[in-house]
């Protein structure tokens, strides 16, 4: 299941999908809104996505997981819009015969998306500053008070 949504993510829905009689691991990965970032308090995030690629790159990772670690099935959700502290942001489930698999693909999974698919978060911080955070650049590259000027 490759899916982007404005609506809280299903934990339960994202498990389901990967369930297999022949798997022996499911690994559930959940990114959640925090509270802090390098000690500002954030007071809810910003998702935005390019509706064509992102499920597209999504895909080709979901794929490329599943062949090179041979998983049994792997599910990637994201949401976008705007969230709040403690909200589910982004859930990948992998599912494999056996755990090494399973971790493995999540982790680089969720390295890749942060990396590669067009998904730019916006952090809205509890000082009035805004921050977004886009694909292939460094964190913190871009502030909005600095474009302003």
């Given at each position: 299941m490759i899916k982007l949504t404005t609506n809280p993510i299903s934990v339960d829905e994202v498990l389901t999908a990967v369930r297999s009689p022949e798997a022996g691991a499911v690994v559930l990965f959940?990114?959640?809104?925090?509270?802090?970032?390098?000690?500002?308090?954030?007071?809810?995030?910003?998702?935005?996505?390019?509706t064509t690629m992102a499920p597209k790159k999504l895909e080709e990772l979901r794929e490329q997981a599943v062949s090179q670690w041979n998983l049994s099935a792997c599910s990637i959700v994201h949401r976008v819009g705007v969230l709040a502290v403690g909200e589910i942001a982004v859930a990948i489930a992998t599912?494999?015969?056996?755990?090494?698999?399973?971790?493995a693909a999540c982790s680089w999974?969720?390295?890749?998306?942060?990396r590669d698919v067009?998904?730019?978060?916006?952090e809205i911080f509890a000082d009035g500053t805004t921050e977004w955070i886009h694909p292939g650049l460094p964190e913190r590259a871009v502030d909005d008070k600095t474009l302003e000027k």
């Open positions: 959940l990114g959640t809104v925090r509270g802090w970032t390098a000690g500002r308090q954030t007071l809810s995030l910003e998702y935005e996505a390019h599912s494999a015969p056996h755990r090494d698999a399973a971790f999974i969720i390295d890749q998306l942060k067009p998904i730019w978060k916006k």
